[in-house]
């Protein structure tokens, strides 16, 4: 059973950087599957930020693509997310998911979520 | 890129069907057939409960079913249960490789 738990600071300050780790346990993050991250601010929709593959290649959601980094550590089995400038906007519970892509993308396996606050 | 529409909030009596919609363009939910649904309780991760428009995960209840016409994807929720109260996302693939999410909708069972 493919487990996925999200680590990082729960507090950014205005202007600096997010910084998030995906740890994957129960499967290998070099497996034929795109690794992602998801966010929900407070009460409001989820909204796709971007995602990795093993190799290296990424997509991006263009409203967030100028400030987003996602990048893989094969070695430690998980993947990062950096989100820079961040302000009040970015406050939100982000997730990281697994996308199976054998047939059509969808997303089956998800973290449990970190609440990250943007405030000073 | 623009989030696929939902109705804001949907609801129906138990054991009644109800039927969310979730209407992209034809660069999204019209171009491809690999739109997805998702569950989300309060306070816990989505759980995926569609895929590839109308199959069931293992485990899913095949009181849940989707559909496609044009640009328009629905869910349908037969024998409605208070288990099913809910939030529920579609999600789509779109033609620049990226992803999107519905609005969301909130189901009430009264």
């Known amino acids: 059973q493919v487990q996925l738990q999200e680590s990082g600071p729960g507090l950014v300050k205005p202007s600096g950087t997010l910084s998030l780790t995906c740890a994957v346990s129960?499967?290998?993050?070099?497996?034929?599957?795109?690794w992602s991250w998801v966010r929900q601010p407070p009460g409001k929709g989820l909204e796709w930020i971007g995602e990795?593959?093993?190799?290296?290649?990424?997509n991006y959601n263009p409203s967030l693509k100028s400030r987003v980094t996602i990048s893989v550590d094969k070695s430690k089995n998980q993947f990062s997310l950096k989100l820079s400038s961040v302000t009040a906007a970015d406050t939100a519970v982000y997730y990281c998911a697994r996308e199976e892509v054998s047939s059509s993308p969808y997303f089956d396996y998800w973290g449990q979520g970190t609440l990250v606050t943007v405030s000073s | 890129q623009s989030a696929l529409t939902q109705p804001a909030s949907v609801s129906g009596s138990p054991g009644q069907s109800i039927t969310i919609s979730c209407t992209g363009t034809s660069s999204d939910v019209g171009g491809y057939n690999y739109v997805s649904w998702y569950q989300q309780h309060p306070g816990k991760a989505p759980k995926l409960m569609i895929y590839e428009v109308s199959n069931r995960p293992s485990g899913v209840s095949n009181r849940f079913s989707g559909s496609k016409s044009g640009n328009t994807a629905s869910l349908t929720i037969s024998g409605l249960q208070a288990e099913d109260e809910a939030d529920y996302y579609c999600s789509s693939y779109t033609s620049s490789s990226t992803r999107v999410f519905g609005t969301g909708t909130k189901v009430t069972v009264l």
């Open positions: 129960g499967g290998s993050i070099s497996s034929s599957n795109w």
């Open positions: 990795i593959y093993h190799s290296g290649s990424t």
